[in-house]
T-cell receptor, first 114, second 111 residues
């Protein structure tokens, strides 16, 4: 049981390049989330999904797109990377709706955009 | 909107007790979480409060007052390994129960 995994762990991009971050969970969780974490800013929600085939915008969605084609996977795409997207990206999942459901976090992807 | 405040940094001595406060203003409140995050690692779950009062779990306890928009995390018998960032987060029913995080409190435990 791997929990929540993220691919890649680290990536360097040039401005304007595109990439996709992959999040996978093997806990059969319905809800999945993408956050970014920047120094002095805390964790901020980018997009989230409440089930397969559904996505919704979070607090800072601009410049990102997501897809949830399979229940276990949640993809985060950057179509044209910008230096402002340099950050640590965390994926999380939870079993179902309800405040008591703990979110489990992946190990993070460190992205540097030059 | 969401507004979650916690101190930026705290220092405490090994073996002592430390209290980390968190205040929040939010709509759609559905519980408050505390997470621990060591440098370079993912956040890990510590506690959850949805009703007023104290929840105790070993050396860690968490308190919630919904009417005051206030919570604290209490760490007893501090150990060096407790040096980490402690994140206060509020669950918001208006956005898929996503967590709204404070900026975190960096705790340094000294010998």
């Amino acid at each position: 049981n791997a929990g929540v995994t993220q691919t890649p762990k680290f990536r360097v991009l040039k401005t304007g390049q595109s990439m996709t971050l992959l999040c996978a969970q093997d806990m059969n969780h319905e809800y999945m989330y993408w956050y970014r974490q920047d120094p002095g800013m805390g964790l901020r929600l980018i997009h989230y999904s409440v089930g397969e085939g559904t996505t919704a915008k979070g607090e800072v969605p601009d410049g990102y797109n997501v897809s949830r084609l399979k229940k276990q996977n949640f993809l985060l795409g950057l179509e044209s990377a910008a230096p402002s997207q340099t950050s640590v990206y965390f994926c999380a999942s939870s079993r179902s709706q309800g405040g008591a459901e703990t979110q489990y976090f992946g190990p993070g992807t460190r992205l540097l955009v030059l | 909107g969401q507004n979650i405040d916690q101190p930026t940094e705290m220092t405490a001595t090994e073996g002592a007790i430390v209290q980390i406060n968190c205040t929040y203003q939010t709509s759609g409140f559905n519980g408050l979480f505390w997470y621990q995050q060591h440098a370079g690692e993912a956040p890990t779950f510590l506690s959850y409060n949805v009703l007023d009062g104290l929840e105790e779990k070993g050396r860690f306890s968490s308190f919630l007052s919904r009417s005051k928009g206030y919570s604290y995390l209490l760490l007893k018998e501090l150990q060096m390994k407790d040096s980490a960032s402690y994140l206060c987060a509020v669950s918001n029913s208006n956005s898929g129960y996503a967590l709204n995080f404070g900026k975190g409190t960096s705790l340094l435990v000294t010998p």
